[in-house]
């Protein structure tokens, strides 16, 4: 429409969310996995599964107390995949935007900055070559230490 701003993409036409639920939902998310991997919340989980195994007499075990159960730790479990996912990407792309950094500024090579945008083949060729240059500079440097020891052994022998 005509005196609309175009929404900003980034690659592939992706129109990036940086809208208030976003926002909101990374907060919950960020403090729900902070609050899952406490010890505490360990103690409170294992205390609703005593309370509701020790319930199974008064309920005498029926189908609805298993039930209970049974949907109470699905639905925990589906909503926490999400949560725990959320999490992780974060951290994943904050270490990632960490090791560009390091590899822009020092001595490695900055065509590794984004490699993690290729395909699963591209990259087992990258690391591939990776380990075959690495390999090759072990092996130079070994080289440079025999002639090294070979050029102390001569010069030993000259001056003696």
């Not at 919950?28 to 989980?45: E, H």
């Amino acid at each position: 429409m005509a005196g609309e701003k175009a929404k900003p993409t980034i690659k592939g036409g992706v129109v990036p969310d940086g809208g208030r639920f976003s926002r909101v939902f990374g907060d919950v998310a960020n403090k729900t996995s902070q609050a899952a991997g406490r010890a505490s919340t360990f103690i409170l989980a294992a205390a609703v599964v005593l309370v509701w195994a020790i319930t199974g007499p008064v309920f005498q075990y029926s189908d609805t107390w298993q039930l209970v159960i049974n949907t109470g730790t699905t639905i925990v479990t589906f909503l926490m995949v999400f949560l725990i996912q959320n999490s992780q990407n974060r951290d994943s792309a904050a270490i990632q935007v960490k090791l560009d950094e390091l590899i822009r500024v020092g001595a490695a090579q900055n065509s590794l900055v984004g490699i993690e945008h290729l395909t699963d083949d591209e990259l087992e060729d990258l690391r591939t070559k990776c380990e075959a240059r690495a390999k090759a500079e072990k092996v130079g440097e070994e080289t440079v230490k025999e002639t090294g020891k070979k050029a102390r052994k001569a010069a030993v022998k000259a001056a003696g």
